[in-house]
């Protein structure tokens, strides 16, 4: 992998969870596997994260991990990084406007999903599962819309392939087979964005 972005390797600082694969900054690490970037992964513990709190936030004003500094540019929030990174790399952003709505669409919807998700980590997932079937039918429906396939843009993949990956990854139902069968656009996409060489690769060394 290389990088692309000025001269210096941009430098990704999120946690390191008991559950690495969970948080909004495994979001962003698909997509720099998708995009071959190299980068730093600076990884904080939670007991450690009093130390840290301060100096993240003079990067980020909300207080908040993940953080990318691009030389001496800094990147917060995960969704606007995956967006800023595809302009930058001129690809994953859609090549007209109505692509790119396409993708802000299910976006925002997928971010929707992650503020209900986060709910589960408290101990209580009977709240979040109840929403689960809304979630992935606006997903389905919105796939639909494209007409295209296996991803939201045919055969190109957009920033939305791994918010869309990880959504059904967190709630557990990669291999749900009555999931699949419900939403058969939802999990193609995931099938096929999975299988990505790079993101197959990634996939397997994170477990």
């Known amino acids: 992998m290389t990088s692309p972005f000025a001269s210096s390797k941009p430098v990704f600082t999120y946690f390191d969870l008991p559950l690495p694969s969970i948080g909004r900054g495994e979001v962003v690490r698909l ?11 600076v990884r904080i513990f939670h007991g450690d994260w009093a130390a ?4 993240v936030a ?15 540019k800094v990147l917060t929030q995960h969704v606007p990084i995956l967006r800023y990174l595809s302009k930058k790399l001129g690809k994953y952003g859609g090549s007209d406007d109505d692509e790119a709505f396409a993708i802000d669409q299910i976006t925002d919807v997928y971010i929707d999903w992650r503020g209900s998700w986060v709910t589960t980590l408290g101990g209580d997932a009977s709240a979040h ?3 689960i079937p809304r979630f992935y039918s ?44 419900k939403f058969p656009r939802l ?3 995931v099938k096929a964005f999975g299988a990505r060489p790079q993101v197959a690769k ?6």
């Not at 990854?169 to 087979?177: F, K, Q, R, S």
Request: overall charge negative; glycine content about 8%; proline content about 5%.
């Open 31 to 41: 997509f720099f596997a998708e995009a071959q970037i190299e980068y730093d992964d």
């Open 52 to 55: 840290h709190k301060e100096n």
């Open 58 to 72: 003079k990067l980020n004003p909300y207080g908040a991990l993940p953080v990318l500094q691009l030389g001496d």
């Open 129 to 131: 599962a109840e929403k």
């Open 138 to 181: 606006a997903f389905e429906g919105f796939l639909a819309q494209s007409g295209k396939g296996p991803f939201l843009l045919g055969d190109q993949v957009s920033y939305a392939e791994p918010c869309l990956y990880q959504a059904v990854h967190n709630d557990g139902n990669l291999n749900n087979a009555e999931l699949a069968a």
């Open 187 to 189: 999990y193609a996409l």
């Open 202 to 207: 990634y996939l397997e060394e994170r477990k």
